[in-house]
């Protein structure tokens, strides 16, 4: 037990997927881990560990923003041993050339800051995925048949923004999607030599102006979450 996961040892597996809604978590968990039981209920911040064919997996939710990861991602590698954090949500596109239902792939995350930014002092700190990871999910998701794009994405501190002008640099720039999480995480993995990947679906656009309907929402998000468990597990 920590200060904000209630599991006991050996109660998180060393695959970890991360929604950032608990609810999710909470439904991932329900449709897809055999054998599922909540292993964290504090502050409501669900957490559930069963097995998807006969491997453990937990599904632990992270809350909004990189603060809030960075609490359960460091418990998680720091406490309870996870080797692997997948972290499994939304974004908002960028690029004309990327749609509505599409899968991004995050093959490294800008930021403005992160929690870890002392830390760097001068240094511009490039956070990036797993390699192997990558490489199965982008597999992973062809398979299924997903439209999928993989590059580089931004991590925001804020999801009411007021800088077009930034926004603008960066669809100039060839960043693919906005979320508000994986930098953070990636930064974590480097840091403690773990394995970490986040595999976002477009829910929104930037540019067009365009949101999923709610109704879809539940069908694009399980199409993720298969896609990161094939992954975890390649």
Do not use: K
Not at 56 to 61: D, E, H, R
Not at 84 to 91: A, D, F, K, M
Not at 186 to 196: E, I
Not at 202 to 213: C, G, I, Q, R, Y
């Amino acid at each position: 037990m920590t200060l904000h996961i209630g599991a006991a040892a050996g109660d998180i597996a060393p695959v970890v997927l991360m929604p950032g809604d608990p609810l999710r978590a909470q439904w991932a968990a329900g449709r897809f881990l055999e054998d599922a039981r909540c292993v964290n209920r504090v502050r409501g911040m669900l957490g559930f560990t069963g097995t998807w064919r006969g491997n453990p997996v937990t599904i632990q939710g992270s809350g909004m923003g990189m603060p809030s990861l960075s609490i359960y991602a460091n418990e998680l590698i720091r406490d309870y041993g996870a080797q692997t954090l997948i972290r499994i949500g939304s974004c908002g596109a960028m690029q004309h050339h990327v749609a509505i239902r599409d899968v991004v792939i995050a093959m490294t995350a800008s930021t403005i800051s992160t929690p870890s930014l002392g830390i760097f002092r001068e240094l511009n700190f490039a956070p990036c995925a797993d390699y192997s990871l990558l490489e199965a999910a982008v597999a992973a998701s062809r398979a299924q048949g997903a439209r999928t794009h993989v590059g580089n994405i931004y991590s925001s501190d804020v999801f009411y923004d007021e800088r077009p002008d930034l926004t603008e640099q960066m669809t100039r720039h060839g960043v693919l999607a906005v979320e508000m999480e994986a930098a953070e995480l990636y930064t974590l993995a480097a840091r403690h030599q773990r394995r970490a990947l986040a595999i976002l679906t477009v829910s929104d656009h930037l540019l067009t102006h365009e949101a999923l309907p709610a109704e879809d929402r539940e069908q694009s998000f399980a199409d993720m979450v298969e896609i990161a468990l094939e992954a975890a597990f390649a």
